[in-house]
Structure formats: C-alpha cells, structure tokens
C-alpha cells in the first residue's frame, strides 16, 4: 500500500525539486481528486488512466465508492523533465 509520505518521497524523487516545495502541491492535489470523486466525476489522468465511479454508498463513517480504472499500455515510470526556474 501507497502512502501519502511515498507518495511524496516518489515525486521529490522523479521531480528533483525540495520535500518542502513538493508537500503542499501533492497535498492540493489529493485534494483536489479527492473532490472530484466525491461529486462522481470522471477523471482522465493520462498515465495515472482513466477512471470512473461506477457505485458509491454512504456508510455511517463514510462513503465506499467502487471505481474502474483503465490504463493505456505503455512504458511506466516515465521521468518527469521540470523547466529550470531560472526560464
């Protein structure tokens, strides 16, 4: 299982830049998913794939939603090129 600090620890990794720079932006962006699936949508994320909520049910402590992910074929890992922030 993935967590939020490998997570982090994998885009510093790949994109080169601080831990304190990467943290807020990976965290913006779980957010950000996070509401997306909460209001049902469709996400398109090429290479993460494309994944849709088939089922979602409300449950005491929370919501369980049943998802389908496709992804295209492809090489993985591919390593992100950042610009220079001197450009």
Same mark, same amino acid.
């Given at each position: 299982?993935?967590?939020? %600090?490998?997570?982090?620890?994998?885009?510093? /990794?790949? $994109? &080169?830049? !601080?831990?304190? $720079? #990467?943290?807020?932006?990976v965290e913006?962006?779980? $957010? @950000?998913? +996070?509401?997306?699936? $909460?209001?049902?949508?469709?996400?398109?994320?090429?290479?993460? +794939?494309?994944?849709?909520?088939? %089922?979602? !049910? =409300?449950?005491?402590?929370?919501? @369980?939603? @049943?998802?389908? @992910? %496709?992804?295209?074929? +492809?090489?993985? &890992?591919?390593?992100?090129?950042?610009? =220079?922030? #001197? /450009?």
């Amino acid at each position: 299982m993935m967590r939020k %600090r490998e997570l982090i620890e994998k885009v510093v /990794e790949l $994109s &080169g830049v !601080k831990r304190k $720079s #990467a943290k807020p932006v990976v965290e913006a962006m779980l $957010s @950000v998913l +996070g509401e997306a699936l $909460s209001e049902s949508r469709e996400l398109n994320l090429h290479p993460m +794939g494309k994944l849709k909520v088939r %089922r979602a !049910k =409300d449950m005491p402590n929370g919501r @369980v939603l @049943v998802t389908k @992910v %496709r992804q295209t074929k +492809g090489p993985a &890992g591919q390593t992100i090129k950042l610009p =220079d922030a #001197a /450009e």
